[in-house]
């Protein structure tokens, strides 16, 4: 079982920064992948941002981005605190969303089907 918790939402003018927080707690494996999803109104949820810390054998920071957010956004991971940010910076309108962490036990994907753990989501609003 594992519990997500995000955090560092709130509204913003565009051009600025937010850093996102996801606390996770339970059973974590260094093998599972930490991902950041959004949902715009109206919206599907996409994906925005992983990272994958071990393949069980060798440890590394393997991220993977939106093309939408290449370049803009920053996804990191502290594994000593099991805790995985997303350092936001010049932020547009249509990055406007409720943005949900996720944990997928097996090989990650940019597909929210695959993830297993989802958290309650912190809202991110950017004014123009």
């Known amino acids: 079982q594992v519990q997500l918790v995000e955090s560092g939402g709130g509204l913003v003018q565009a051009g600025g920064s937010l850093r996102l927080s996801c606390a996770a707690s339970g059973r974590i494996f260094s093998t599972y992948t930490m991902g950041w999803f959004r949902q715009a109104p109206g919206k599907e949820r996409v994906f925005v941002a992983a990272i994958k810390w071990s393949d069980g054998r060798t440890y590394y920071d393997r991220t993977y981005y939106a093309d939408s957010v290449k370049g803009r956004f920053t996804i990191s991971r502290d594994n000593a605190k099991n805790t995985v940010y997303l350092q936001m910076n010049s932020l547009k309108p249509e990055d406007t969303a409720v943005y949900y962490c996720?944990?997928?036990?097996?090989?990650?994907?940019?597909?929210?089907?695959?993830?297993?753990?989802w958290g309650q989501g912190t809202q991110v609003t950017v004014s123009s």
């Open positions: 996720a944990v997928d036990r097996a090989y990650g994907s940019r597909n929210g089907d695959e993830y297993d753990y």
